[in-house]
């Protein structure tokens, strides 16, 4: 058990007249690992931003709990790790500066012992002082994991999460994810089936596409 | 609060890299006073035609500039990593907070070439105009705080922002050509009281209102 919950009711979301998706359910009260599944376009990321309190369904609710208290969406943002292709980093800053300022930002202390070993095991250690802007799509990538862990989370979502990396970083990506699912509640957006076989329940969202 | 300073730190550090308001802004006060110098020529302009025209450079140097709080973050595509990290108040906190700085940064500058510029603009009564100087700025980078939020999300966003933000400042401009042509003759403080009074009770309620909506301009 977690102290983290995170529950949907009903879910629904249109883009215009546009059903994107309908009638979702789920309860996540205990560590591990979560999917979300479906082809391109069929609202993975939509979802996500959902669960992530950017977006607001069109129907329904999504339910985040911490110590059995609800969090409202203001309140979020401590406990949710996010990383996905459409989040940008500070280019005009190094990748030290980005993770200092986010943490001051969140009120959360700047652990450089902590920021180091991500840093070190994203091999970014090295590069740590040099501006985003001359990172490569793949480093940006492994910049944005260690944006979302700087904060230890409650709740881990990753949207394609190994966009972008190598072998090497996708070994990593795994490693990071099983790691963090023995205490965390880690949501997983993807079409990989690498990513999706380390999924205790995937949701298809092929399946929520009818308005009954 | 200390998040809200943190981020007005960010946004600082940031300016401060990639020159994004400022460079706008002091072009556009170059370029406003040029015009207005150039048009007026060997002219004695009166005292009300002064105020008037130092309001016209406030007005159209932050139309260029002010907008960046926003605009840069969601041009840029880190509205998103801002929206993961704070809460809407410390957002709105933190650029409001900002746009203080370069609402104050720029009208000194804008004041001081002015004044240089123009016999006519010699201010009798300095305590007044500090109290119009004071509330106008508070003023203006609230309205143009909340305004650059809302133009952020659409599409033609350097023509929706003098346009939105026209009707919005009008009180607020009325108000500081009136106080600043009072500074300007040397009406007392106490004949100004009710000038003063609508500059911060329009400072008030664009506070109010900014921290109860901004929520929902926010969020998408």
Not at chain 1, 166 to 176: A, L, P
Not at chain 2, 117 to 129: P, R, S
Not at chain 2, 181 to 207: C, H, N, P, Q, R
Request: a neutral charge; charged letters at 20%.
């Amino acid at each position: 058990m977690t102290n983290y919950s995170v529950s949907a009711e009903n879910i629904r979301k249109n883009f215009g007249r546009r059903l994107i998706f309908n009638g979702i359910n789920f309860n996540y009260s205990n560590p591990g690992v979560y999917g979300i599944a479906g082809s391109n376009g069929s609202g993975k990321s939509t979802l996500v931003k959902i669960i992530s309190g950017i977006n607001a369904p069109t129907a329904g609710k999504i339910i985040h709990t911490y110590n059995e208290k609800k969090l409202t969406f203001e309140h979020l943002h401590n406990h949710i790790g996010l990383v996905s292709p459409y989040l940008v980093l500070y280019d005009e800053f190094t990748a030290y500066e980005n993770l200092n300022y986010f943490a001051k930002i969140r009120n959360v202390p700047f652990d450089k012992e902590k920021i180091d070993d991500l840093l070190n095991r994203f091999l970014l250690l090295k590069r740590k002082d040099d501006f985003v802007k001359g990172y490569s799509s793949g480093m940006k990538q492994r910049l944005k994991f260690i944006f979302a862990l700087q904060h230890s989370p409650n709740l881990l979502i990753l949207d394609e999460p190994v966009s972008n990396l190598d072998n090497e970083g996708k070994d990593t990506v795994y490693k990071i994810i099983e790691n963090e699912s023995k205490n965390t509640i880690v949501m997983v957006a993807s079409n990989e089936e690498n990513d999706l076989s380390l999924c205790s329940e995937i949701i298809y969202l092929e399946n929520y596409k009818t308005t009954k | 609060m200390k998040k809200a300073y943190s981020l007005f730190l960010k946004d600082f550090h940031s300016e401060m890299r990639t020159r994004y308001a400022v460079n706008a802004l002091a072009m556009f006060i170059i370029v406003t006073i040029s015009i207005i110098m150039f048009s007026v020529g060997q002219e004695k302009i009166s005292e009300s035609l002064a105020g008037g025209l130092y309001w016209v450079v406030i007005f159209f140097s932050a139309m260029s500039g002010l907008s960046r709080a926003f605009v840069s973050e969601e041009e840029r595509g880190t509205s998103l990593t801002l929206q993961l990290i704070a809460s809407p108040d410390t957002v709105f906190s933190g650029k409001f907070l900002f746009n203080i700085f370069l609402t104050f940064l720029m009208n000194t500058v804008i004041t001081i070439l002015y004044a240089t510029v123009f016999d006519a603009f010699v201010i009798k009564n300095f305590a007044l105009f500090l109290l119009t100087f004071i509330l106008g700025n508070l003023g203006l980078a609230v309205s143009a705080t909340i305004i650059a939020a809302i133009i952020s999300k659409a599409g033609a966003k350097g023509t929706l922002y003098p346009v939105l933000s026209f009707p919005i400042l009008l009180p607020l401009i009325l108000t500081g050509v009136q106080l600043t042509v009072f500074s300007i003759d040397g009406t007392k403080i106490d004949e100004a009281l009710v000038e003063l009074g609508i500059l911060l009770s329009y400072d008030v309620i664009m506070l109010a209102a900014s921290y109860m909506l901004f929520d929902f301009i926010w969020k998408d």
